[in-house]
């Protein structure tokens, strides 16, 4: 079921891609561990356009989202007629952790909905879920987004799930991943294969091409924490 034109260019953009990433795991070693990065300005990778305005309470005037509907493509079902909904929106440090080193919540916080319907082509049973959105993490054209289900008709309330969507341009179109497609599998101690449960903003590639509709990615840089000494 479900053309790098010269050398000082190419260093550039790589000192960029550099930064990013040790932004992020910057933001990871501070929730996970409690040991914060040497300063805030370590972690300010600020983009360009809406990505670098700011609201008056200093955090970006329009926040990280991901909406839109589409059919997509499953090669392991290319009949049925598989359908996502998604609507979310960034919300950092909205949701408490407490009792741990990120108290405030982190920074891939999110609230939204999912809905996602299949259509069994050799039945024409119809089947549906809805799930809460609880995390969003954007790159360019491209994010990953978990949600814990609600309501199911295949009896998988509270479970989380998590997609990957990448906003195409041009002749290259958009798609979607889905962590139950192809992935998330794990052997056990007794060497039986089981699914793990999906861990926050945790998805695969975008794998399925999407037929009709499509999808909207608004990206945003992380929000360092505001707290001095987080």
Same mark, same amino acid.
Do not use: C, M
């Given at each position: 079921m479900?053309?790098?034109r010269t050398r000082i260019r190419t260093r550039n953009r790589a000192a960029v891609r550099t930064a990013r990433a040790t932004a992020a795991a910057g933001l990871a070693l501070a929730a996970l561990t409690?040991? @914060?990065?040497?300063?805030?300005?370590?972690?300010?990778? *600020?983009?360009?356009? &809406?990505?670098?305005?700011? *609201? #008056?309470?200093?955090?970006?005037?329009r926040p990280a989202s991901v909406s839109g509907k589409a059919r997509v493509s499953y090669a392991f079902s290319p009949d049925?007629?598989?359908?996502? =909904?998604?609507? @979310? %929106?960034?919300?950092?440090?909205? %949701?408490?952790l407490p009792? =741990?080193? @990120?108290?405030?919540?982190?920074?891939?916080? @999110? /609230?939204? =909905?999912? #809905? $996602? &319907? #299949? %259509?069994?082509?050799?039945? +024409? /049973?119809?089947?549906?879920?809805?799930a809460e959105v609880d995390c969003l993490s954007t790159g360019g054209p491209v994010a990953t987004v978990t949600a814990v289900v609600t309501t199911s008709d295949i *009896?998988?309330?509270?479970?989380?799930? +998590?997609? &990957?969507? $990448?906003? *195409?341009?041009?002749?290259?179109g958009d798609r979607l991943g889905f962590s139950w497609g192809v992935a998330n599998l794990d052997m056990g101690p007794d060497q039986q294969p089981y699914q793990p449960v999906v861990g926050t903003c945790m998805a695969p590639a975008p794998f399925a091409p999407v037929l009709r509709g499509g999808f909207s990615v608004h990206h945003v840089e992380l929000e360092a924490?505001?707290?001095p000494g987080r």
């Open positions: 479900f053309r790098i409690g040991v @914060a990065p040497a300063s805030a300005d370590a972690l300010s990778v *600020g983009g360009s356009g &809406s990505e670098g305005r700011e *609201g #008056h309470d200093g955090r970006a005037a049925d007629e598989i359908w996502f =909904t998604v609507d @979310a %929106r960034a919300k950092p440090y909205s %949701r408490p009792g =741990t080193k @990120a108290p405030d919540g982190l920074p891939t916080d @999110a /609230v939204g =909905t999912i #809905h $996602y &319907s #299949h %259509r069994v082509a050799a039945t +024409g /049973v119809v089947y549906n879920a809805v *009896g998988n309330a509270n479970e989380r799930i +998590g997609l &990957s969507v $990448y906003q *195409g341009r041009g002749r290259d924490p505001k707290t």
